[in-house]
């Protein structure tokens, strides 16, 4: 539905309403008023990779596991199939009287904060540490969700606005300062494409405060948002963070002056209980009936867009629509292309044909826990990596299994059970061939602080180490002698010094999913060849990193780090050989360029491949190092060649000053398109080295 349309019969709508009924529809869980016949509706609701917490969906990889497949494309399509599956159980819960939480059409993702340090708990939302990798993700995504037809099909939101990016342990008192240049370079282009490029319905502002102001009743809700990038959507705050002004941030004495405060700031919607103050509120004279009104409106202007009053052409999507052939296509794809190999001595891909006994050891080599991260729905199957090891091996496989040790320190009363289960490894690795190890984390070790939806309260790392037990088990495959690759699942970055050195071969899995187990097993036996790269940087150890609660960019990301990391972002390899044959392009740095860059596959295997563009501007405002301009995957049969097609806008070439402000780069600027970052560690790593040319 036309936006200017909705808003009308919204206008007209809340002008029947009395100022308390108006007041009582901003909140989440706001009721029914019957006498205009308006429902109860409830806008919590999750859909971070796949719907969460409603029942059967399709589970995607984590989002940290999207951001490594740096594929728009597929983004779009995982976008398409959220607000599909979103649509169909809205249909289904509301004609069966449920209208509960988690039941709705406003989904509050994608989570698009920068992950600047590796210990947050909450990265593995993210798409990673880069602002255009985030934007150029995230819109597909948005737009996938929203759909283009007569009305939305249902609405996205980017969140946490802005400059939010842990420690969890402290986020509801926490003031995160930064300075104009990281602010706009860095903190708020995600932000910014999600409004204007992709037309995101809502945004959601962060718990803690930015500058002194707290984010969800910040002047930047107007100031920025609204008024520079002319959003229209609606605001929302995270949940129960306007209570946090009074009780935490101290900025208000009362839940009447937060929900004020809030509110005139242009909060719209409180996920929490504080704007049942609002009535109060208005009373002392804190808010006006107008700005009420105006929110009321902004509200009902999203429920018409929607369709929530009309019948619409998706009233025919059902449990049908969900978890589908189809929709399970692009999960598989997206866990395939998730999935980055980071070190192979030759050792893989394994050779299913011929007779060998493979030990498959760790604890998160069965689990189902280590498969979907946080904010995740229900699978109607899931496959572990033992399970996709075993499916891939084929006949002429033995395959040998033991847990070998608690994913954490167990309990006292259980630690000889940890003596037992080291010894079963041993034993094991000592009958086999060779060893996979699959370790890392799960939502229990990190994660958001209190997450009480998930029932869990976890939160960030102290370090980048693997927990202790698992240090055990890690010395103990290393003393075997066995030839061995490693599994990491995680959501973060860890500390794979040692494993580098020692291990045959490493792949990055992250969460990838409830049946992503399968791809890591066709990945290892050469059914899929690997393609994902970093989305974030892999450091040596936390002392390359700045205090944590340090918001400076300065020693921060590729893009300002002053140290060789262990793996850089945008790393990855492959079982192929890809070369890059040419490199042209046209245009300027005021019209914007695009760059076609050519391409064989020398490979005896079908590949595909990232064409990364990095730029560098030869002016003071520049960042430390080159930082990305943009991407495009390219798929290539053995022998096969083809040409990528990457388009740079004009904005992508502008430099942030000190004042915050885009401006034209001095001099000339350098451009490099390759496999990865234009730098030694990378050329070493790969044996490719980026073509450059000057723009």
Not at 49 to 74: K, M, N, W, Y
Not at 268 to 295: F, P, V, W
Not at 668 to 690: C, I, M, N, W
């Amino acid at each position: 539905m036309d936006r200017q349309k909705a808003k009308q019969r919204a206008e007209e709508l809340v002008s029947k309403m009395t100022i308390e009924e108006a007041c009582s529809q901003l909140r989440y869980d706001s009721p029914a008023i019957d006498r205009l016949g308006i429902p109860e509706y409830n806008w919590w609701n999750e859909t971070l990779h796949g719907v969460a917490r409603a029942g059967t969906a399709t589970s995607f990889p984590q989002a940290i596991g999207l951001g490594a497949t740096f594929d728009t494309e597929l983004m779009g399509e995982v976008g398409e199939v959220c607000g599909n599956e979103g649509r169909a159980k809205y249909n289904e819960y509301k004609a069966n009287g449920d209208r509960d939480i988690y039941k709705g059409l406003t989904f509050w993702s994608p989570n698009v904060n920068l992950f600047r340090d590796p210990r947050w708990g909450r990265g593995q939302e993210t798409y990673g540490e880069d602002p255009v990798l985030i934007s150029k993700l995230a819109i597909p995504f948005i737009e996938g969700l929203q759909g283009d037809g007569e009305y939305m099909k249902t609405a996205a939101c980017a969140k946490h606005f802005v400059v939010h990016s842990g420690p969890e342990a402290v986020r509801h008192q926490f003031n995160a300062t930064c300075n104009d240049k990281d602010l706009y370079e860095t903190y708020m282009p995600a932000f910014e494409a999600c409004v204007k490029e992709a037309k995101v319905e809502s945004v959601m502002g962060a718990y803690n405060r930015t500058n002194g102001e707290p984010c969800c009743g910040h002047s930047y809700l107007q100031d920025v948002i609204r008024d520079k990038w002319n959003f229209e959507g609606h605001i929302v705050s995270d949940c129960w963070a306007i209570r946090d002004f009074h009780e935490h941030h101290k900025v208000t004495k009362t839940n009447e002056e937060s929900a004020a405060l809030a509110l005139n700031k242009g909060c719209d919607l409180n996920c929490g209980c504080t704007y049942i103050h609002l009535m109060s509120a208005y009373k002392q004279g804190l808010i006006s009936e107008d700005t009420i009104r105006q929110a009321a409106v902004r509200l009902f202007t999203t429920r018409f867009i929607l369709g929530m009053f009309d019948e619409t052409e998706f009233d025919g999507l059902n449990y049908l629509d969900v978890e589908t052939k189809d929709n399970l296509k692009v999960a598989k794809r997206a866990s395939d292309e998730s999935i980055v190999l980071l070190k192979n001595d030759g050792i893989l891909p394994l050779d299913s044909n011929k007779a060998q006994v493979i030990s498959v050891i760790g604890p998160n080599a069965d689990s189902r826990a280590c498969l979907i991260g946080n904010y995740y729905g229900t699978s109607s199957e899931y496959i572990t990596a033992l399970e996709g090891i075993r499916n891939a091996a084929g006949d002429n496989v033995r395959i040998l299994y033991s847990e070998g040790c608690d994913i954490s320190t167990p309990k006292p009363d259980v630690l000889s059970r940890e003596y037992h289960r080291l010894a079963e490894a041993k034993a094991v690795m000592n009958r086999s061939d060779l060893v996979v190890l699959v370790i890392g984390l799960n939502e229990n070790l990190e994660g958001e602080e209190g997450d009480e939806g998930n029932m869990y309260k976890s939160g960030d790392k102290p370090d980048l180490l693997f927990p202790k037990t698992q240090r055990k088990l890690i010395d103990l495959v290393i003393a075997s002698g066995k030839p061995f690759i490693t599994v990491v699942m995680a959501g973060s970055a860890m500390d794979l010094s040692v494993l580098n050195d020692k291990s045959s071969a490493i792949l990055q899995a992250w969460y990838p999913g409830a049946r992503g187990g399968q791809s890591i097993g066709e990945i290892l036996f050469g059914k899929v060849n690997p393609s994902g790269k970093l989305p974030i940087t892999f450091y040596k150890d936390t002392n390359d990193l700045p205090d944590f609660e340090d918001y400076s960019m300065k020693g921060r990301t590729y893009r300002y780090l002053e140290t060789e990391p262990l793996y850089p972002f945008g790393f990855g390899l492959t079982y192929g050989k890809m070369d890059i044959t040419s490199v042209d392009h046209t245009g300027d740095k005021s019209s914007g360029i695009t760059v076609k860059v050519a391409v064989s596959n020398t490979g005896s295997v079908k590949t595909s491949e990232v064409i990364q563009i990095y730029m560098k501007a030869e002016d003071p405002n520049e960042v430390l190092n080159t930082r990305l301009a943009g991407f495009g995957r390219i798929t290539l049969e053995a022998g096969a060649s083809g040409i990528a097609e990457i388009n740079i806008p004009a904005e992508r070439f502008k430099v942030v000053n000190d004042k915050g402000e885009k401006v034209d780069p001095e001099g000339s600027v350098t451009v490099y398109a390759g496999f990865g970052q234009p730098d030694s560690l990378t050329e070493r790593l790969t044996g490719k080295k980026a073509v450059t040319f000057t723009v």
